[in-house]
């Protein structure tokens, strides 16, 4: 199984993006799903993530900005981040976890700025 984060980039306060992770191997059989990302200085966070009957949880400071969701036909976990903001510059990783086992695809990172 390989992940393979895409998406990120340079983007001023207020914009979106969308970040796309590829799974190679299909995408149906995750228990859970989600995107971690470590700002400058900061410690990870889970910022979202999305069980396999599809419920949702969001860290608070991106609540009603940052969706999750996932396309099975395309074997793609996406993360939708609008309303963007300076603290919202990081690294973003996807994961995925079935059963016991984990998998992290490579960093994608995203900058807010003016």
């Known amino acids: 199984v390989q992940l393979q984060a895409s998406g990120g980039g340079l983007v001023q306060p207020g914009g979106s993006l969308r970040l796309s992770c590829a799974v190679s191997?299909?995408?149906?059989?995750?228990?859970?799903m989600g995107w971690y990302r470590r700002g400058p200085g900061k410690q990870r966070e889970l910022v979202a993530a999305?069980?396999?009957?599809?419920?949702?949880r969001y860290i608070d400071s991106v609540k009603g900005r940052f969706a999750i969701s996932r396309d099975n036909a395309k074997n793609t976990l996406y993360l939708q981040m609008n309303s963007l903001e300076p603290e919202d510059t990081a690294v973003y990783y996807c994961?995925?976890?079935?059963?016991?086992?984990?998998?992290w695809g490579q960093g994608t990172q995203v900058t807010v700025s003016s």
């Open positions: 994961t995925a976890a079935r059963g016991s086992q984990g998998y």
């Open positions: 191997g299909g995408i149906f059989n995750f228990n859970i």
């Open positions: 999305l069980n396999s009957v599809g419920s949702t």
